[in-house]
């Protein structure tokens, strides 16, 4: 086996680190396996959940650490899945065939809270999330929102507005359990490494628990439903819902949440980081915490 390859990473989050140390505390390394490898990043799965190891430039989410690399070192890395791993209290060893990568997490003094608590919502900033959909110009759940006329020809998007309209007649008339069981209807629906219905099921949480309803029969009934029918997803996309339904939230999310009663042209860049997160995964959770916004309103 060639020398092993160290490398520092970057910036995790909270979430991550008391992970570690609960790993410290009961003195015994976890062992694992790559999950898979996609889009530069490298995910690895361990009994109680999966890690993310992703490129420098790439958006935080609870279950992520950055490491000092661009995608093509990334790639170079010649990580093959269901390679074993280990995770210790202060590094993660990954056993390729033909070399030891060593994760150190020691020195990683940077790192972000990946939950939220006491935001004001007003709506500025609903008009400012609702703009940045309306012209991104993006698929998913925004043909909806934009009643695009490329909805027409999207049976799965068609469904998911069957279902949205659906819980909000529920809501109206007070059926806060069948509303959560339509809108969980959703979960698992779209395609991609994150589904889109996922994405706006994340958005939703978040925006819920933002604006204390975490505890209403509503938020209640659709974490439970959401909990229940994890199987119906991918497992990447499942451990993202998992943690939004601990509080736990991407980085950009906590961003724009802690802009949510400050000006027009800081919540906006913000909300336009979205733009660039997946090819509709961002504007999908948006649309998720605007719809929470536009039938929660009071």
């Known amino acids: 086996m060639n020398t092993p390859t160290r490398i520092d990473v970057l910036k995790t989050s909270d979430s991550i680190l008391r992970h570690l140390k609960r790993i410290r505390e009961h003195g015994a390394p976890y062992r694992g396996r790559v999950h898979s490898v996609y889009r530069h990043t490298i995910n690895l799965q361990f009994p109680d959940g999966l890690l993310a190891l992703q490129c420098a430039d790439s958006p935080l989410s609870p279950i992520s650490l950055t490491l000092p690399l661009n995608g093509s070192q990334m790639d170079a890395l010649s990580v093959t899945q269901s390679a074993p791993c280990f995770i210790y209290s202060d590094h993660i060893e990954i056993h390729c065939k033909d070399s030891l990568i060593l994760i150190h997490v020691e020195n990683s003094t940077d790192h972000y809270s990946a939950s ?102 509503f938020t209640r009934m659709l974490s439970r439903r959401i909990q229940q029918n994890l199987f119906a997803t991918n497992d990447i996309s499942g451990e993202f819902l998992q943690s939004a339904l601990r509080g736990e939230y991407s980085e950009p999310a906590i961003h724009l949440l802690q802009a949510a009663d400050r000006g027009i042209g800081e919540i906006t860049g913000y909300a336009k980081s979205f733009l660039h997160i997946g090819h509709s995964s961002g504007i999908d959770t948006l649309c998720g915490m605007l719809w929470v916004l536009d039938n929660f309103a009071n």
């Open 116 to 217: 939220i608590s006491d935001v004001t919502i007003g709506s500025t900033f609903r008009d400012c999330i609702g703009k940045v959909i309306q012209e991104s110009g993006k698929s998913g759940f925004a043909y909806i929102f934009n009643d695009d006329p490329h909805l027409k020809g999207d049976f799965i998007l068609q469904g998911a507005r069957k279902y949205l309209q659906e819980t909000e007649e529920f809501l109206r008339n007070e059926e806060p359990e069948k509303a959560a069981i339509s809108l969980g209807r959703i979960l698992g629906l779209g395609t991609g490494l994150t589904p889109s219905g996922d994405d706006f099921l994340c958005g939703v949480l978040a925006m819920l628990r933002t604006t204390g309803q975490e505890k209403s029969p």
